[in-house]
C-alpha cells in the first residue's frame, strides 16, 4: 500500500519568515495530495490541495509543489503568522479503480510561528 | 452549509463495552469515511461508504465496523473496547468518488478506561 513521509515533524520559524514541509510518497499511481490543518482541539480543515495534473498550486500565502517524477510535495507557507501555528499533515490518496477517498496520512508537523 | 457533524464529542467508556458514533455529511455528499487518529499512529483510515456500500476497509479488527444510511448519514461501531481504542474519530465526507475533496469534521473524543 501506499505509504507517506512527512519532514520535518516539527518547525520553528519567526513571524514573517516562510515554511517549507516536504512530503514523499511511494505509489507512483496516487493522483491526489491535500494538506490539512489541524488546530488543538479541532478536525483537520482542508487548507490547500493538487491533482497529478499539474505542477504547483497556490492560495494567497499558501503554495503546494509537486514533483511525480521524485514522487515528492511540498508546503510552502510565505509570510508565516501566529495563528499558521498548527499540526499540518499532506496525503495521498490511490487512483485504483472503486478506491473511493481512501487517504493515507504523513505523520505531521507541529509548525511554531513565534511572534 | 453546515458542515460535517459528529456526535458525541466527547465520551468516556469502560473496557469491554461498545461505542456507537454518529456523522452527518455534508449536504448532498454522498462518500463518508472514518479515520482514527492517535499520538502514536497517526492518522489511518478506518473504512469507507458510498450509498450504503462499504467500498474500502483499512487494517482494523473486526470489532471496528459501520453503515451508512439511505440519506447519507454514517455510524460506525466498536465493540468490546480496548485501552488502545482511545482516540480521536473523525468522520470526512466528499462529494463524489474517487478523490474528490474531503472535509472532516471535528471528531468524537473517545477515551477507555
Known amino acids: 500500500g501506499e505509504n507517506v513521509e512527512q519532514h520535518p515533524s516539527t518547525l520553528s520559524v519567526q513571524e514573517g519568515d516562510s515554511a517549507v514541509i516536504k512530503c514523499t510518497y511511494s505509489?507512483?499511481?496516487?493522483?491526489?495530495f491535500p494538506w490539512y490543518k489541524q488546530e488543538l482541539g479541532k478536525g483537520p480543515q482542508l487548507i490547500i490541495d493538487?491533482?497529478?495534473?499539474?505542477g504547483e498550486k497556490k492560495d494567497q500565502r499558501i503554495a503546494v509543489t509537486l514533483n511525480k517524477t521524485a514522487k515528492h510535495f511540498s508546503l510552502h507557507i510565505t509570510e508565516t503568522q501566529p495563528e499558521d501555528s498548527a499540526v499540518y499533515f499532506c496525503a495521498a490518496s490511490p487512483p485504483y479503480n472503486n478506491a473511493g477517498n481512501m487517504l493515507t496520512f504523513g505523520g505531521g508537523t507541529r509548525l511554531m510561528v513565534k511572534p | 452549509k453546515a458542515g460535517v457533524t459528529q456526535t458525541p464529542r466527547y465520551l468516556i467508556k469502560t473496557r469491554g463495552q461498545q461505542v456507537t458514533l454518529s456523522c452527518s455529511p455534508i449536504?448532498?455528499?454522498?462518500?463518508v469515511s472514518w479515520y482514527q487518529q492517535t499520538p502514536g499512529q497517526g492518522l489511518q483510515f478506518l473504512f469507507e461508504y458510498f450509498s450504503e456500500t462499504q467500498r474500502n476497509k483499512g487494517n482494523f479488527p473486526g470489532r471496528f465496523s459501520g453503515r451508512q444510511f439511505s440519506n447519507s448519514r454514517s455510524e460506525m461501531n466498536v465493540s468490546t473496547l480496548e485501552l488502545g481504542d482511545s482516540a480521536l474519530y473523525l468522520c470526512?465526507?466528499?462529494?463524489?468518488?474517487?478523490?474528490?475533496?474531503?472535509?472532516f469534521g471535528e471528531g468524537s473524543w473517545l477515551t477507555v478506561v
Open positions: 470526512a465526507s466528499s462529494f463524489l468518488e474517487g478523490g474528490n475533496t474531503i472535509y
Open positions: 493538487i491533482r497529478s495534473n499539474v
Open positions: 449536504s448532498g455528499h454522498r462518500s
Open positions: 505509489d507512483s499511481a496516487s493522483n491526489y
